[in-house]
T-cell receptor, first 116, second 113 residues
Framework: AQTVTQSQPEMSVQEAETVTLSCTYDTSENNYYLFWYKQPPSRQMILVIRQEAYKQQNATENRFSVNFQKAAKSFSLKISDSQLGDTAMYFCAFMSYTGTASKLTFGTGTRLQVTL | EAQVTQNPRYLITVTGKKLTVTCSQNMNHEYMSWYRQDPGLGLRQIYYSMNVEVTDKGDVPEGYKVSRKEKRNFPLILESPSPNQTSLYFC????????????FGEGSRLTVL
């Protein structure tokens, strides 16, 4: 079974600074996908960024980027130029795909507070 | 507008009173799933469905039932709710492809007294 671990329950960063959220996972599969989801106070789940395991290049979406280390099974999220609107719970998620089944496993989340 | 719609958004009920949380998506997605979110535990999968009439258990299926009679609908049924089912519930859907992004509903806050 796959597991996803987020070891930082809470983090704080000042506006305009950079912050990195950690995520590690455990799997025996070679083909899989990794995601970061954001959950603001509205509770809506919003996809932030996605990484395919077969791609060596780290994914980037505007101010959000990942550091994907496949051998170390690490998938951290870097938020640059943090904004007040980035305040949210962030979930790391892992998805395997076997052709007949698709399952998304979430970590326990990191609550990020952006301060003035 | 592409969306996943859950109802009710908020519900307070009593132990043993059957309830159904509906979920509907308008994107023709094959895959649908239910998650519950609890503090410190993240989101845990309850049930999922790969297509019409195909459902399977997730990590925490006890006390829940689902059905998939139509592609767009995936209701979650609590036959005899108990206080430990007090939680925030999310329905989600996606295309059945490796990189299919999960689209989430807005969540349903359920309290069982």
């Amino acid at each position: 079974a796959q597991t996803v671990t987020q070891s930082q329950p809470e983090m704080s960063v000042q506006e305009a600074e950079t912050v990195t959220l950690s995520c590690t996972y455990d799997t025996s599969e070679n083909n899989y996908y990794l995601f970061w989801y954001k959950q603001p106070p509205s509770r809506q789940m919003i996809l932030v960024i996605r990484q395919e395991a077969y791609k060596q290049q780290n994914a980037t979406e505007n101010r959000f980027s990942v550091n994907f280390q496949k051998a170390a099974k690490s998938f951290s999220l870097k938020i640059s130029d943090s904004q007040l609107g980035d305040t949210a719970m962030y979930f790391c998620a892992f998805m395997s795909y076997t052709g007949t089944a698709s399952k998304l496993t979430f970590g326990t989340g990191t609550r990020l507070q952006v301060t003035l | 507008e592409a969306q996943v719609t859950q109802n009710p958004r908020y519900l307070i009920t009593v132990t043993g009173k059957k309830l159904t949380v509906t979920c509907s998506q308008n994107m023709n997605h094959e895959y649908m799933s239910w998650y519950r979110q609890d503090p410190g535990l993240g989101l845990r999968q309850i049930y999922y469905s790969m297509n019409v009439e195909v459902t399977d258990k997730g990590d925490v299926p006890e006390g829940y039932k689902v059905s998939r009679k139509e592609k767009r609908n995936f209701p979650l049924i609590l036959e005899s709710p108990s206080p430990n089912q007090t939680s925030l519930y999310f329905c989600a859907s996606s295309y059945l492809e490796p990189t299919g992004e999960l689209f989430f509903g807005e969540g349903s806050r359920l309290t069982v007294l």
